[in-house]
């Protein structure tokens, strides 16, 4: 089956600090997996942060930035210097390459970003 | 802000009862996904549907509950029979495809 692991459940990080979230995933499914960051923000939806299709490729969106690597089947969130308002909680995802394929989700991890 | 609407946006329910949630995909999305996600933050998957065809589907979903997405109507789950571990935050997603999914704010469920 498929997987995703992010290992931190809870990040408190110091607002202009440096952020890394990680997340690996795993899949017996899918030869060449795409992968996702989504983001909901206190009282909104789920939203996209941002998507990588291809191995080696970097996503970046809102000065977050996540590479694709393909060896060590990871996508780990990074983002040089945090502001108040990244608080949130972010989550890893992989999906198939089909149009319609479902997504499989890590568990979470809360972002809260102390002034 | 969502585009993609779901009702209600809270729901208790007795154990045994049913429990219907509604969802208005974002206009000219031509896949529903539907996701129940537990106090854990843990998602699963339940079922989609492209053009009111159900794609995939977990043998959960074959049960007790059941989903359907008609054309010009809302997109609907309903359990049929609430057990305690149904309690849960509902969500509704649409998508053109491509992986990317544009979620509702979910329908938190609590069975007593």
């Known amino acids: 089956g498929d997987s995703v692991t992010q290992t931190e459940g809870q990040v408190t990080v110091s607002e202009s600090k440096s952020l890394i979230i990680n997340c690996t995933y795993s899949?017996?499914?899918?030869?060449?997996?795409?992968l996702f960051w989504y983001v909901r923000y206190p009282g909104e939806g789920l939203q996209l942060l941002l998507k990588v299709i291809t191995a080696g490729q970097k996503g970046s969106s809102r000065g977050f930035e996540a590479t694709y690597n393909k060896e060590t089947t990871s996508f780990h969130l990074q983002k040089a210097s945090v502001q108040e308002s990244d608080s949130a909680v972010y989550y890893c995802?992989?999906?198939?390459?089909?149009?319609?394929?479902?997504?499989?989700f890590g568990d979470g991890t809360v972002l809260t970003v102390k002034p | 802000n969502s585009k993609v609407i779901q009702t209600p946006r809270y729901l208790v329910k007795g154990q045994g009862q049913k429990a219907k949630m509604r969802c208005i995909p974002e206009?000219?999305?031509?896949?529903v996904f539907w996701y129940q996600q537990n106090k854990n933050n843990e998602f699963k998957f339940l079922i989609n549907?492209?053009?009111?065809?159900?794609?995939?589907q977990i043998d959960m979903t074959e049960k007790r509950f059941s989903a359907e997405c008609p054309s010009n109507s809302p997109c609907s789950l309903e359990i049929q029979s609430s057990e305690a571990g149904d309690s849960a935050l509902y969500l509704c997603a649409s998508s053109l495809g491509g992986g990317q999914l544009y979620f509702g704010e979910g329908s938190k469920l609590t069975v007593l």
């Open positions: 899949t017996t499914s899918i030869a060449y997996p795409n």
């Open positions: 549907f492209q053009n009111q065809e159900v794609l995939q």
């Open positions: 995802a992989l999906g198939d390459n089909t149009n319609t394929g479902k997504l499989t």
């Open positions: 206009k000219g999305h031509p896949v």
